[in-house]
T-cell receptor, first 115, second 112 residues
Framework: NAGVMQNPRHLVRRRGQEARLRCSPM?????VYWYRQLPEEGLKFMVYLQKENIIDESGMPKERFSAEFPKEGPSILRIQQVVRGDSAAYFCASSLYKGNNEKLFFGSGTQLSVL | AQSVTQLGSHVSVSEGALVLLRCNYSSSVPPYLFWYVQYPNQGLQLLLK??????LVKGINGFEAEFKKSETSFHLTKPSAHMSDAAEYFC??????????FGKGTRLSVIA
């Protein structure tokens, strides 16, 4: 019974390249959240998705960042033309029910390093 | 807007001593409050949550937290620290319609 699966665990990119981070929610969960964690900082909300829909993207940078959660397959967080400031740990979480008071199950994160 | 302040980025206690991790929140509506724990190289795990039922909330691993509206606090406690409690602890707040807002975290060290 796998939990929230994120891959890769570590991703190294050079400035200007694209980064794709994948998240498979827990079985039966249709709500996915992406958070970013910078050193010495808490987790910052980025985006909340349901299957095929973006529900809340208030935490997403306006440029270069996008997210999707297709009907089939994992959720993808895509960062185009990465810069050094994008280096961070990116965590995905899923929940069974709608609502921000629900228990979130987190993946182990993807550590993105931009050279 | 909601926010969370965790006092002390690093707390160190002796094994068997009381653990007290402080969290103060700001919310314009009745909040939902959470404590999560993060072990090295892992994602966050829910310790406990407050959702307007009992003000004293019991969580896993012997942790509990008390919601005090007058003090806008939700401090996390454990009577007796264990070595396995060493981790990073995050307090978080939500109004129910807004995404979880996390504090910056408190790293707990337990000394043998």
């Amino acid at each position: 019974n796998a939990g929230v699966m994120q891959n890769p665990r570590h991703l190294v990119r050079r400035r200007g390249q694209e980064a794709r981070l994948r998240c498979s929610p827990m079985k039966g969960h249709s709500h996915v959240y992406w958070y970013r964690q910078l050193p010495e900082e808490g987790l910052k909300f980025m985006v909340y998705l349901q299957k095929e829909n973006i529900i809340d993207e208030s935490g997403m940078p306006k440029e270069r960042f996008s997210a999707e959660f297709p009907k089939e397959g994992p959720s993808i967080l895509r960062i185009q033309q990465v810069v050094r400031g994008d280096s961070a740990a990116y965590f995905c979480a899923s929940s069974l029910y709608k609502g921000n008071n629900e228990k979130l199950f987190f993946g182990s994160g993807t550590q993105l390093s931009v050279l | 807007a909601q926010s969370v302040t965790q006092l002390g980025s690093h707390v160190s206690v002796s094994e068997g001593a009381l653990v007290l991790l402080r969290c103060n929140y700001s919310s314009s509506v009745p909040p939902y409050l959470f404590w999560y724990v993060q072990y090295p190289n892992q994602g966050l795990q829910l310790l406990l949550k407050y959702t307007s039922a009992a003000t004293l909330v019991k969580g896993i691993n012997g942790f509990e937290a008390e919601f005090k509206k007058s003090e806008t606090s939700f401090h996390l406690t454990k009577p007796s620290a264990h070595m396995s409690d060493a981790a990073e602890y995050f307090c978080a707040v939500s109004s129910g319609n807004t995404p979880l807002v996390f504090g910056k975290g408190t790293r707990l060290s337990v000394i043998a």
